[in-house]
């Protein structure tokens, strides 16, 4: 590891870690997240992030198949449409092809979750991309 940053700026750590505990008390489902939080990691290539969150969605009783096809989830059929609309969103969101996040997928995701469910959802998916972004940085990798 390049700077053990939970050690260096430990209220820094701290804060950057808090937003687990508001999204925690969200009406968004515990298996939701770890599969957003899945997929933000591996579109990343963060390798701590995708380390843990593998291990958090397996702790929750998600079933390791459809753990495995989150990579593939698009042509999967254990997701369900509010799945893949949050998982499209998460993709958009982190890619920010041309800039945006499109309508087409920004409209799917509002059939499925209402404007404070969308709205956590959005911190959610940034909150991972800031924190991968950080793990990456400083060479954060999984132990073994």
Request: glycine share 6%.
């Amino acid at each position: 590891m390049r700077i053990d940053y939970a050690a260096i700026a430990p209220e820094g750590y701290r804060a950057s870690l808090s937003m687990y505990g508001y999204l925690g008390k969200t009406n968004l489902a515990p298996v939701l997240l770890h599969i957003v939080y899945l997929r933000v990691s591996q579109i990343n290539g963060c390798p701590y992030c995708v380390d843990l969150h593998w291990k958090d969605a397996i702790g929750e009783g998600m079933e390791p198949r459809k753990l495995n096809g989150i990579s593939n989830w698009k042509h999967m059929p254990f997701f369900t449409d509010a799945e893949k609309a949050a998982l499209a969103l998460a993709e958009e969101m982190t890619l920010l092809p041309g800039q945006e996040v499109s309508s087409s997928v920004f409209e799917a995701a509002r059939q499925h979750f209402d404007d404070k469910d969308l709205t956590d959802l959005g911190f959610a998916i940034a909150h991972m991309n800031m924190l991968n972004r950080v793990a990456i940085t400083f060479h954060k990798v999984p132990e073994l």
